[in-house]
């Protein structure tokens, strides 16, 4: 029992000395005879995932918003060392045909749109002068109130603008603005475009004269002004127009002879001026015209004899002559021509000579919906 104690005093001195019991016996519950020998039967069971985590990837590339019109970079107007005067007039000079041609309003806002519109206010810009010269016809005929401008006077190139064509060096070859309201006059700047073919501006309200300086367009093959207000005489260089190949000025108020230079134009195919108030003779020199289909000098104030030249024209395919004050008979080789297939004739009653069939008396003034249903100019264009 002693040697118990002194186990006990060796092992946890400490703790006999404060409360601890002195043998074993003294203990108030049985030592356990042997250590416990329950052990876990079994490794406890960690659970694994079956199956590798899904990670979701998109199914389809994130769209990138991309803007469809490059933003417009303003750039100043002014050259260091220059003054926005001294750059109108340099812009002005390049212009003008005459001291006259850049003074008027029109002129005025057109420059103004191309010193504006100018990407490069220090440099030469080629295409300047066109882009000019179409903002000019859009200002002197009235473009605010056409009916349809469409992208006119936009930032696009001016070849894009509507009624406007250009040929692949993106220079100006046809003016189209049939039926938009025009007003005002025709510009004398369109002569700037030295590749213009065709202009048709019919059935507006365009007044003023035929500008003389239109004459100098060696390209210009097709004029339609038709069924306007256009007054005065034709130029007296209208020969000078040798690509010409049709020209409708019908239903306007021109007077004044016919300029004997037009008989010059060998190409001229369509000859189109009814309802105009054109006088004095027809010129023998009509017969210079082989090649011409189309002639329609109806309702004027034509007078004197009708040509016998008229009669070897044996390209054309219609003659309209009468409503107007012709004397004498109508020569046998004009009435033959009645002979062709598909010929159209219309002559003054009191000199239809052998040809009275399609006559018409002075007063009996025919309107176009009584006339033939044909289109000089879609002739023209389908190569008749």
């Known amino acids: 029992s002693h040697g118990k104690s002194q ?51 998109p199914t389809f590339t994130p769209t990138t918003l991309i803007p469809t019109v490059t933003p417009t970079t303003l750039v100043p107007t002014r050259c260091p060392g220059r003054k926005e005067a001294d750059r109108r007039k340099e812009v002005a000079d390049r212009y003008a045909a005459s001291p006259s041609d850049i003074s008027g309003s029109a002129q005025q806002r057109a420059l103004d749109f191309v010193i504006t519109l100018n990407p490069d ?20 005929t009235g ?41 005002g006059t025709l510009p004398e700047e369109l002569h700037h475009l030295p590749k213009l073919i065709r202009i048709e501006l019919d ?36 020969g000078d127009l040798q690509s010409l190949q049709f020209l409708d000025i019908d239903k306007n108020d021109f007077t004044g002879v016919l300029p004997l230079s037009m008989f010059t134009i060998n ?45 070897s024209l044996n390209e054309m395919n219609t003659l309209y002559l009468h409503g107007n004050d012709f004397t004498g008979t109508m020569p046998e080789e004009v009435c033959a021509l009645v002979n062709k297939p598909d010929f159209d004739l219309i002559v003054p009653c009191n000199v239809c000579g052998s040809c ?11 309107g176009r919906d009584e006339l033939p249903d044909f289109d000089p100019f879609v002739g023209w264009l389908q190569g008749w």
């Open 267 to 311: 190409g001229l195919e369509v000859l189109d001026i009814n309802d105009n108030n054109f006088s004095g003779n027809l010129s023998s020199e009509f017969g210079n015209l082989s090649n011409i289909k189309y002639l329609q000098l109806y309702n004027n104030r034509f007078d004197g004899t009708i040509p016998l030249s008229l009669g």
């Open 143 to 183: 473009g605010d109130d056409w009916e349809n401008s469409g992208n006119y006077l936009s930032s696009e190139d001016e070849c894009n603008w509507d009624g406007i064509s250009c040929n692949d060096d993106n220079l100006i070859t046809s003016i189209i603005h049939n039926r938009n309201n025009l007003v």
């Open 356 to 366: 009275c069939e399609g006559c018409l008396n002075r007063g009996g003034r025919l």
């Open 203 to 238: 059935d507006n309200y365009l007044g003023g004269t035929f500008p003389e300086v239109y004459t100098g367009m060696s390209e210009l093959s097709s004029i339609n002004l038709d069924s306007n207000k256009l007054t005065g005489s034709l130029p007296t260089s209208m």
């Open 7 to 57: 186990l006990i005093n060796q092992f946890c001195p400490i703790t006999c000395g404060n409360g601890c019991f002195n043998t074993i016996m003294d203990l108030p519950f049985p030592i356990p005879a042997m250590v416990p020998t329950l052990v876990p039967t079994f490794t406890p069971t960690t659970l694994i995932p079956t199956s590798t985590p899904t990670t979701l990837i």
């Open 121 to 140: 206010p220090c440099g030469e810009d080629p295409y300047d002068i066109q882009r000019y010269v179409a903002a000019v016809f859009y200002y002197s």
